[in-house]
């Protein structure tokens, strides 16, 4: 199992070593799954025939779970089986420490999302006790305000060891990711097979439903939170209202900011500012909101994530490192996918090539302007 195989000793030569500030040709030592040395030119070890050495990506916002545990829309798998195939495809990305973001609550669609979280948290931590995951698994609690069911489940969770995040977010159309009311209840129709005067219907009951509870249960949120120190992140902040509402509440992490203002704001603010590594890959978001590399090119960026797409933060990184229209380079580039979210995340013992950092790395190879992760190690174990 994983996570009970004693870390090995190990050097990794001839490889182009990304580090916080440069891209270093030589070694790095690894002893006991801590990396122990950086050296500068040839020596003796595994032969990395050229290949990069990063860190492992973290990545603090991952829908991705519910891929597997809804393989079709009328199926549900087994949820220990089904994280298990999420932790082989994360890992795979090259992600070593993942926030497993489910959802707390529900605002249209899955309703069965309140009904399933409990059992699929404590399907997550047996799999993480019995060592059978190849990456690091913690819990982003994804807080849907306009549920009032969101606060029974935030308190049967939020103490639990492995819920390390949590956010807020309102799905109701109309105020935040989804600014076009009459494009969404269209979409919400095709995607929940209704006709669209039901989901007219079922939209007018969310917006009383929202307006009743909202407020309650977003507080209800940032106090729970707040009273176990958790970092709480605002989801899909769209006006200068909503950045200003966060930082009364306390909440110091913008994640996926929808106007250039509001990232502007968020970053006068002092918030950190969490993007979506697809947004850029794919050109645009897919909301119609801002896009990533307009952020970029405006330094209000600090944190990528793979949010629906789990390969896509290190080859966002990769990306926007070659991408001339950017000033970002490489170091800073990896920074973001794995030394960034650690911290925001309160981990400092992971997150770079640096003596005494967990030797959580990954080695890629650069063919055709495409990423091909050759290996993985977590802790000094190779995982892949």
């Known amino acids: ?93 090259g992600t070593t420490t993942v926030f497993d973001s489910l959802s707390v609550g529900a605002s249209m669609k899955r309703p069965e999302r309140r009904e399933i979280l409990g059992p699929l948290v404590e399907a997550l931590e047996q799999g993480v006790a019995r060592g059978l995951f190849r990456a690091e698994h913690f819990l982003h609690m994804r807080c849907e305000i306009s549920d009032p069911d969101t606060m029974a489940l935030v308190d049967a969770n939020i103490g639990r060891p492995i819920t390390r995040l949590a956010s807020v977010m309102d799905h109701t159309p109309g105020d935040r990711q989804s600014l076009d009311v009459d494009h969404w209840t269209e979409r919400m129709a095709r995607e929940m097979k209704l006709g669209t005067e039901e989901m007219a219907e079922r939209r007018e009951e969310l917006f009383a439903r929202s307006a009743r509870v909202g407020a309650q249960v977003r507080a209800h949120v940032v106090a729970a939170a707040a009273a176990r120190r958790l970092p709480l992140m605002t989801h899909d902040d769209r006006t200068l209202a909503h950045v200003e509402q966060s930082h009364a509440e306390g909440i110091a992490v913008s994640e996926f900011p929808c106007t250039v203002e509001a990232a502007e704001r968020a ?118």
Do not use: K
């Open 1 to 93: 199992m994983f996570d009970h195989i004693s870390p090995a000793s190990f050097r990794l030569t001839n490889a182009r070593i990304v580090t916080g500030d440069r891209v270093l040709q030589g070694s790095v030592s690894v002893e006991q799954g801590l990396i122990a040395e950086l050296r500068e030119g040839p020596a003796d070890g595994i032969d990395c025939g050229g290949a990069y050495l990063t860190p492992g990506v973290v990545d603090i916002h991952t829908d991705h779970v519910e891929t597997h545990v809804f393989p079709r829309a009328s199926v549900m798998w087994d949820f220990l089986n089904a994280l298990m195939a999420h932790d082989m495809v994360v890992i795979g990305a």
């Open 267 to 384: 970053r006068a603010l002092g918030q950190i500012i969490v993007a979506g590594a697809p947004n850029y890959l794919r050109g645009g978001s897919q909301s119609g909101n801002v896009a990533v590399a307009e952020l970029m090119a405006a330094g209000l960026v600090d944190v990528l994530a793979s949010d629906y797409v789990p390969r896509s933060p290190i080859d966002a990184a990769f990306a926007i490192a070659e991408d001339p229209a950017l000033p970002q380079d490489l170091p800073q580039m990896i920074a973001m996918v794995s030394r960034a979210p650690a911290r925001l995340a309160g981990l400092t013992d992971r997150g770079e090539i640096a003596p005494g950092q967990r030797a959580d790395l990954l080695r890629i190879h650069r063919r055709d302007g495409r990423n091909h992760i050759a290996a993985v190690w977590r802790g000094g174990q190779r995982v892949l």
